[in-house]
Antibody, heavy 120, light 108 residues
Framework: EVQLVESGGGLVQPGGSLRLSCAAS????????MHWVRQAPGKGLVWVSR????????SYADSVKGRFTISRDNAKNTLYLQMNSLRAEDTAVYYCARDEDYGDFLFDYWGQGTLVTVSS | DIQMTQSPSSLSASVGDRVTITCRASQSISSYLNWYQQKPGKAPKLLIYAASSLQSGVPSRFSGSGSGTDFTLTISSLQPEDFATYYCQQSYSTPPSTFGPGTKVDIK
């Protein structure tokens, strides 16, 4: 059974940093591109970032470019999102999602999400 | 970036009703259109991909159609477990991939 479990969310002050993790199991993690998608409270879904299967290629939404870094450790079956210079507008539930087929941005499995709150 | 719109933003329906949700792209996206269902406090779930292909395990009462800029998601006979918010997503021009604002389906 495919499972994605996010962790690392919490309350952080504006300008602060946080690192999210997504532990994967039930599939060959190293074969799949992975994504982060976020959802502000009461709002819709917004794609944040993606990484290819070996970690050599990444992309970001303009809203997080230069502040967030996506990475992965295939030996640990874990995806990460390092978030720096956090702003109030980054407050959201962050989901990791599996890309069904080599970067086609089709999200076939999602984690349960982890809440990040940026507030003083 | 390609902009996605959905209509209606919300609707009220009864069990057994036929429900149709529309999604429109700001430019042609061929058939690169996916639909997700999200229940409160839960992660989104993939329902339909490539405009009309049913994801494995999704009930056949869900169907999708369309190409180019206009797409529809239809639930042929609404069931109690279908009350949720539905999002369309374009995967044609990426990154970024963009989602519609969602359509909330609730009980009449």
């Amino acid at each position: 059974e495919v499972q994605l479990v996010e962790s690392g969310g919490g309350l952080v002050q504006p300008g602060g940093s946080l690192r999210l993790s997504c532990a994967a199991s039930g599939f060959t993690f190293s074969s799949y591109w992975m994504h982060w998608v976020r959802q502000a409270p009461g709002k819709g879904l917004v794609w944040v970032s993606r990484i290819n299967s070996d970690g050599s290629s990444t992309s970001y939404a303009d809203s997080v470019k230069g502040r967030f870094t996506i990475s992965r450790d295939n030996a640990k079956n874990t995806l990460y999102l390092q978030m720096n210079s956090l702003r109030a507008e980054d407050t959201a539930v962050y989901y990791c999602a599996r890309d069904e087929d080599y970067g086609d941005f089709l999200f076939d499995y999602w984690g349960q999400g982890t809440l990040v709150t940026v507030s003083s | 970036d390609i902009q996605m719109t959905q209509s209606p933003s919300s609707l009220s329906a009864s069990v057994g009703d036929r429900v149709t949700i529309t999604c429109r792209a700001s430019q042609s996206i061929s058939s690169y259109l996916n639909w997700y269902q999200q229940k409160p406090g839960k992660a989104p779930k993939l329902l339909i991909y490539a405009a009309s292909s049913l994801q494995s395990g999704v009930p056949s009462r869900f169907s999708g159609s369309g190409s180019g800029t206009d797409f529809t998601l239809t639930i042929s006979s609404l069931q109690p477990e279908d009350f949720a918010t539905y999002y369309c997503q374009q995967s044609y021009s990426t990154p970024p991939s963009t989602f519609g604002p969602g359509t909330k389906v609730d009980i009449k």
